[in-house]
């Protein structure tokens, strides 16, 4: 089993930026993709950016392009995000989650997704 969580969220205003971290125990996640989701409130959970195991292949959804970097240190098992430029429509709870299966060649968000944190709450004020 892998065990996700997640941490760095908070209170920034419009422009400002975070990093969150998505620590992984039980079983490393070294071989595994990685992917961020978030979800808003009233609307569905979305892909954010994901990325693979080695860290060479990285994916981001076209809202965050340019302005959110995926990144991952697997001697610390740890994978990040970071969020600059932040916008009061990236207001939601961040989800991290890790492939199902090791050795998943698929990165993005039909990646088969199988172990998920529990959020991190990201609110910005514009």
């Known amino acids: 089993q892998v065990q996700l969580v997640e941490s760095g969220g908070g209170l920034v205003q419009a422009g400002g930026s975070l990093r969150l971290s998505c620590a992984a125990s039980?079983?490393?996640?070294?071989?595994?993709?990685v992917g961020w989701f978030r979800q808003a409130p009233g609307k569905e959970r979305e892909f954010v950016a994901a990325?693979?195991?080695?860290?060479?292949?990285?994916a981001y959804a076209d809202s965050v392009k340019g302005r959110f970097t995926i990144s991952r240190l697997n001697a610390k098992n740890t994978v990040y995000l970071q969020m600059n430029s932040l916008k009061p429509e990236d207001t939601a709870v961040y989800y991290c989650?890790?492939?199902?299966?090791?050795?998943?060649?698929?990165?993005?968000?039909?990646?088969?997704?199988?172990?998920w944190g529990q959020g991190t709450q990201v609110t910005v004020s514009s």
């Open positions: 990325i693979s195991w080695s860290g060479s292949v990285t």
């Open positions: 039980g079983q490393t996640i070294s071989s595994r993709i």
């Open positions: 989650a890790a492939s199902l299966w090791a050795g998943s060649q698929v990165v993005g968000p039909t990646t088969p997704y199988g172990y």
